[in-house]
């Protein structure tokens, strides 16, 4: 070996990397978070369910309504006929 | 080693930390089919070179060394044997095309001879032979021209 060949070997030493190089590597290799697909995918599965139950919600509420209205309509036929009951009786 | 054949193949600190982070990341999902640690040494300098050496061909021009990038070797211990004529002889072995360039960079910076060498880069022995014996003259020949000399080894 000459002496060119020892100045080559000095000149060409390893390098060392950046600081923070092997953070940066490992941070690169940790798996990702999903992305914005399948984030909107999920954000939309959401508002669906949600709408779905205050449609749901919605449902049931006019089912109770027509029920008490029903009632109603029931109480105030028997009273119509209590009174009318009540006339004929006092005539 | 890694990011340091990515260096002395790109001469660009930002571009070699690009090369040797693709070089672990795909040793990383490469894994499995690493068979032991020398394997796996074996491995990331190949995956290295080829990729600096792509790197540089994808940019069609030679690297330009920048006076930041002209770090001394040895200046941790604060006494860099001769520093001027290391500065030079990296931007020397720097306007060496790739492949002759990667050879020098293998041979210098990895120890490996020539066999192994040939090995790594998929080369004909030969060739590699021919890349040393050419770019050792032409160096010897662009140093001369600065005055700066050296014997031919025997």
């Given amino acids: ?91 | 080693m890694v990011f340091s054949l990515a260096y002395h193949v790109l001469h660009d600190r930002a571009a070699a930390e690009e090369v040797a982070q693709e070089a672990f990341l795909a040793l990383h999902r490469s894994m499995p089919r690493i068979a032991s640690p020398e394997h796996a040494v074996f491995w990331l300098r190949k995956v290295t070179v080829q990729r600096a050496i792509d790197e540089s061909r994808r940019r069609q021009r030679r690297p330009v060394v920048a006076f930041a990038e002209t770090r001394e070797p040895g200046a941790a211990d604060g006494q860099p044997p001769d520093a001027l004529l290391a500065g030079l002889l990296r931007r020397l072995v720097a306007s060496l095309a790739e492949a002759p360039r990667a050879v020098m960079v293998l041979r210098y910076q990895e120890d490996l001879d020539p066999t192994e060498i040939a090995e790594l880069l998929d080369m004909p022995l030969a060739t590699v032979k021919s890349h040393l014996q050419r770019s050792l003259a032409l160096l010897r020949e662009k140093l001369e021209r600065r005055g700066v000399t050296y014997g031919q080894a025997g």
């Fill in chain 1, 1 to 91: 070996m000459d002496r060119l060949d020892e100045q080559l070997k000095i000149a060409l030493a390893r390098d060392e990397p950046p600081l923070g190089f092997a953070d940066r590597v490992i941070a690169a290799s940790q798996p990702r978070r999903p992305t914005l697909p399948y984030r909107a995918l999920a954000a939309g599965l959401v508002l669906f369910l949600a709408g779905g139950a205050a449609a749901w919600r919605h449902h049931q509420g006019e089912a109770a309504k027509a029920q008490v209205l029903a009632a109603v309509r029931i109480t105030a036929g028997k009273l119509h006929h209590i009174q009318s009951r009540v006339r004929e009786v006092t005539r």
